[in-house]
């Protein structure tokens, strides 16, 4: 089977509104910056960073129904890792991003392997995530080679002609690298919904049982996806650190941050291609409205966001609990049914 085959088949197979609406959209991504201020392009990076997160945690869950609740664990190990490596070696990002991707793929190797070899599914596998988080959260706080809990600085010196190799450039460079890394994760993902492994996934995650009775090799998928999305996840790790530039294992590593990257899946539509890209828009946009709205009323109420924040997505699931993407998609003619937002399309293994 050609790496192509199954890009090509969901790209043919898409109704042509859908194409052309999914090229208008990059076009648009790809100027976004010659057009927005400095705001605006940070709440764009911030889009697609979640967006990026989403898709990854979407491969592990949405695909195979391997729901991780600790997915943090791989953003501070892979933001730690390379801002490590720079800072006390001099190793560009771009070749501790790989490093990163090594570390993160064995962290989730190993978490799968003790999870599928003993049996541990449901919920909880689900604590085994949330439990490898937060030791090494614990171990974090007290390395002291990267900080401990004063947190760990990066250089943030530019001006110079290494600039982008050192990922030390401006919001343009990482507006760019925030689009790279989510159209990549989309490819990815569009990839496996078509290949042999996505249907594998599909069948694992719809009824495991059934599939190791019609022969599919259960655990080496479940561990392909878990390591896919592991070392996916390290990837925006990195973005992380070389963008804000500073780490705290409290925050980098903290539940709320492996709440937040499954919110904009969970919101967008589990399982779905463009599910969590349009979850990461309306979970972004809601954050800052309700921000602004409350300093233009000036209320300064301790837990008021929180409170806003949390009533209006619980609305969101309880009126639309299969994500909003899927009703969306269908009503807009971009796709004919529920098993086509999935990839159940016809399958290329030639």
């Known amino acids: 089977m050609a790496i192509g085959s199954p890009l090509r088949a969901a ?13 208008a959209l990059f076009a648009v991504l790809v100027v976004v910056p010659m057009a927005a201020d400095r705001y605006v392009l940070s709440v764009m990076i911030l889009i697609l960073f979640l967006a990026f997160v989403g898709l990854a945690w979407n491969i592990m869950m949405g695909f195979c129904g391997q729901l991780s609740l600790g997915h943090a664990l791989y953003v501070g190990l892979g933001a730690y890792t390379a801002a490590a490596l720079y800072q006390h070696f001099g190793v560009v990002p771009w070749i501790g991003m790989l490093v990163a991707v090594a570390v993160c793929v064995l962290a989730a190797s190993f978490i799968g392997w003790l ?31 990267v900080g401990g809990s004063g947190g760990f600085f990066l250089r943030v010196a530019q001006g110079g002609a290494r600039d982008w190799l050192n990922m030390r450039g401006g ?4 507006y760019y690298l925030a689009l790279g890394l989510t159209v990549l994760a989309f490819l990815l993902s569009a ?8 249907f594998y996934f599909r069948a694992i995650r719809d009824n495991e049982e059934a599939a190791r009775a019609a022969g599919v090799p259960t655990f080496r998928y479940k561990m392909f996806a878990v390591q896919i999305s592991g070392g996916l996840t390290a990837l925006a790790g990195v973005f992380y ?13 903290a539940m709320s941050r492996s709440i937040e990257i499954i919110l904009a899946p969970i919101i967008g539509g589990i399982g779905t291609l463009f599910g969590p890209v349009l979850g990461a828009v309306l979970l972004t946009l809601l954050s800052e409205g309700i921000t602004h709205g409350l300093d233009a009323f000036e209320i300064d109420v301790p837990g008021v966001k ?11 699931i309880m009126f639309m609990p299969h994500g909003v993407w899927p009703g969306i998609a269908r009503r807009l003619g971009l796709v004919r049914s529920r098993a086509e937002l999935e990839g ?7």
């Open 11 to 23: 790209w043919v197979d898409a109704p042509a509104r859908s194409r052309l609406a999914l090229l």
């Open 306 to 316: 929180q409170i806003l924040y949390g009533v209006a997505l619980g609305l969101s």
């Open 344 to 350: 159940k399309g016809g399958r290329d293994d030639e």
């Open 241 to 253: 650190a070389f963008y804000y530039n500073n780490l705290f294992p409290e925050q980098i590593f």
């Open 191 to 198: 990839w496996l919904l078509r290949s042999r492994a996505g």
């Open 115 to 145: 999870a599928f070899r003993f049996g541990i599914g449901g919920t909880y596998f689900s604590l085994l995530t949330i439990a490898f988080a937060e030791f090494t959260r614990i171990g974090f706080d007290h390395l002291n080679w």
């Open 171 to 174: 919001p343009w460079m990482f």
